[in-house]
């Protein structure tokens, strides 16, 4: 799997989030992959303390799974697709010249972004009427969340840390 499919895996929830939002409650908490996210991201802040975004990625997700919990899935799908975007362009920036252990957390928070997009598909999965609704309001972001959420993909990052 090349970078930038790797990248793309974190926006699936997206489509999930459109999804849940046709059926009027709060989501699942991913307080957890928050966790792993921000753990990850103070660890970079320490390899790369002028990046900025960095911060960024930290609030996107603490405000996603806010938003996402409480049912205000709006402003959450708004959270999630900046998330997605800001985590690709950290990694994109620095993941080039990175070292290992920094390709590495980079490699932790993608996943992590992956992680929330496929439980927010699983949550759209279990309503397939408000699947529809959602794929007809905001089809891009239901076509991300199918490509971060992908069976295989999961497959083969799993693989990949095996080794």
């Not at 911060?55 to 806010?66: G, V």
């Not at 959450?76 to 080039?96: C, H, I, P, S």
Request: charged letters at 20%.
């Amino acid at each position: 799997m090349n970078r930038r499919t790797f990248i793309g895996t974190g926006a699936v929830g997206v489509a999930s989030i459109a999804v849940t939002s046709q059926i009027n409650c709060g989501g699942k908490s991913v307080s957890g992959t928050v966790t792993l996210i921000t753990g990850a991201i103070t660890e970079l802040k320490l390899l790369f303390p002028s990046a900025s975004a960095l911060d960024k990625i930290i609030k996107l997700a603490t405000d996603f799974n806010a938003d996402w919990v409480a049912g205000k899935f709006d402003s959450a799908r708004t959270f999630f697709e900046n998330l997605d975007l800001t985590v690709q362009q950290v990694m994109n920036d620095l993941g080039v010249s990175a070292s290992p252990r920094a390709k590495l957390l980079l490699a932790s928070v993608g996943i992590a972004v992956r992680v929330i997009a496929s439980l927010i598909s699983e949550q759209g999965a279990a309503e397939p009427r408000a699947a529809r609704a959602a794929g007809a309001q905001a089809p891009a972001t239901v076509s991300r969340v199918k490509q971060l959420s992908n069976a295989a993909d999961a497959d083969t990052i799993l693989k990949a840390v095996q080794k």
